[in-house]
């Protein structure tokens, strides 16, 4: 039944994170809706949008922490039903101001979902199986997005925002509720399992390492998902409707891409190495795209598709990569520190990406992005082998205390 039951945790866990992103990756698709009701500026639609990013920066770590302490269920189920609460309070806003203190609100408690999902999947699944496992949990992202910018623009045209806003807190709720209902403490692990007395990963440089190498590493990925239904519009000629068409084909190759690459680091008992092998081929791809902005569509256009899935698909290995070196008990803190970095990394890329091109070219703009996940492969050299360490300990550690739990031959007397 325990054995069993992990894929109930997962489940939860994936959905609650994956509700909170319909939020989070969806609420763009409802930005001409959220213009038009509250008669905004574009800087001011900017400012709503960024309102929900800000707020989940703001609580990550903290969230992170308390699930440590009380565990994932209390914090998800409180998270997630908060954030509905939230959410219903925005919808009912008669003033801009009013809106955004709903959707700050809604970023910090659907924060939650983060840690705490990241840590249920730690604990209950083997070192063998949790790059699958958090691959399926970081899945549930792009396709909650894609789902939300898909439904959301319907909803309001037929509901209007206050429609939209309702159904995310919907999800939310339900989530939330799936929470308080299935979630369960993993079964503790034996003596063994427990490699190392890990630092705080707060004051972890192997944690800072590995933050550093992903903020590099989100840069390519905040420039294809940020500007690529743009640089297909604009530079290319792309009607509107196909542009967004290939956003949402990156989307769910990202999404089907990040559970190959957990799988394959079970396969490969390691994170790292293929952490800076998916960084050594983003540089390819991002250097090839820059040559090739004004070069024929039949080699342009597939390689936009395959360098923005390979942009996306470390995700979930860096998060596993941080929960392994902090360990069960503060995975939590780990997973939520790691997703503050790259939230901060992914806020500032578009912004210095659309810069940059504005200054320059779209050809110099995706060149700068290629240096990125070059500085990320070197930068994340020195963890390879203490990984490699790190794994060997835990195994001496595990086989002892296996070998400790073996019947001793009795002498005769």
Known sequence: ?????????????????????????????????????????????????????????????????????????????????????????????????????????????????????????????????????????????????ALASLTLPWIAGASGVRGALLVLAGLCLTAGIASAIWMRDAPVPPPGAVAHEAPSPMRDPRMWRLGAG????????????????????????VDAGLAAAALAAVQLGGAAARLLAGRRSDTEGARIPLIRRIAAADACLLGATALLVRGPGMLLYPLLLVAGVTAMCWNGLAFTAAAEIADRRRAGTAVSLQNTIVSVGGALAPAAFGWLVHATTWSVGYGACAVAPVAAFVVLRPLVGEERRRIAIRER????????QQPQPVEAT
Not at 214 to 237: C, K, N, P, T, W
Not at 397 to 404: K, P, V
């Open 1 to 145: 039944m325990t054995a069993r039951y992990r894929w109930v945790v997962l489940a939860v866990g994936a959905s609650g994170a994956g509700a909170f992103s319909c939020l989070r990756m969806g609420l763009p698709a409802l930005s001409p809706a959220i213009r038009d009701e509250y008669g905004l500026s574009l800087p001011q639609v900017g400012l709503a949008l960024s309102a929900v990013a800000f707020g989940v920066m703001l609580t990550l770590v903290p969230w992170g922490v308390l699930t440590d302490r009380i565990g994932e269920r209390p914090v998800l189920a409180f998270g997630l039903c908060g954030t509905a609460a939230a959410l219903g309070a925005a919808s009912r806003a008669s003033s801009f101001a009013l809106l955004l203190a709903g959707l700050l609100a809604a970023g910090m408690l659907g924060a939650s979902a983060t840690g705490a999902s990241g840590r249920a999947v730690m604990g209950w699944f083997s070192r063998s199986e949790r790059g699958l496992a958090l691959g399926i949990r970081q899945m549930a992202l792009p396709l909650g997005g």
């Open 397 to 404: 550690r595990l086989q002892g205390f296996l070998t400790e």
């Open 214 to 237: 992903s903020a590099l590493l989100v840069i390519g990925q905040g420039a294809m998902l940020g500007f690529i239904v743009l640089f297909l519009h604009d530079e290319r000629g």
